[in-house]
Nanobody, 123 residues
Framework: QVQLVESGGGLVQAGGSLRLSCAASGRTSSIDSMGWFRQAPGKEREFVSVISWSTTYYADSVKGRFTISRDNGKKTVYLQMNSLKPEDTAVYYC??????????????????WGQGTQVTVSS
């Protein structure tokens, strides 16, 4: 099992920025996929962004505003979120899967999920 510890959520005004971090520990693999999903109140959990080894994927709604990166030595993934909008308000969940995935937007790909961190964007 892999443990995921998220940090960096909070309250920000529209147009502002936040940076989320997620550190993985436990039974991690040398090659893996890490990233983020989010869930807003009353909505389905949705894909945000994943970095599968070195390939990055983004939801259309965040392209050009969010940037995902990773530090392989620290087994940590980051999500830099700029130009935040009220509709970005959600609980953000870190996800992990061993290996490279060809289906990064599918929830069932990820064996391990973090506890979630709240991001609130005020208008």
């Amino acid at each position: 099992q892999v443990q995921l510890v998220e940090s960096g959520g909070g309250l920000v005004q529209a147009g502002g920025s936040l940076r989320l971090s997620c550190a993985a520990s436990g039974r991690t693999s040398s090659i893996d996929s890490m990233g983020w999903f989010r869930q807003a109140p009353g909505k389905e959990r949705e894909f945000v962004s994943v970095i599968s080894w070195s390939t990055t994927y983004y939801a259309d709604s965040v392209k050009g505003r969010f940037t995902i990166s990773r530090d392989n030595g620290k087994k940590t993934v980051y999500l830099q979120m700029n130009s935040l909008k009220p509709e970005d308000t959600a609980v953000y969940y870190c996800v992990y899967a061993a290996g490279i995935t060809a289906r990064p937007t599918r929830r069932e790909v990820y064996n391990d999920w973090g506890q979630g961190t709240q991001v609130t964007v005020s208008s």
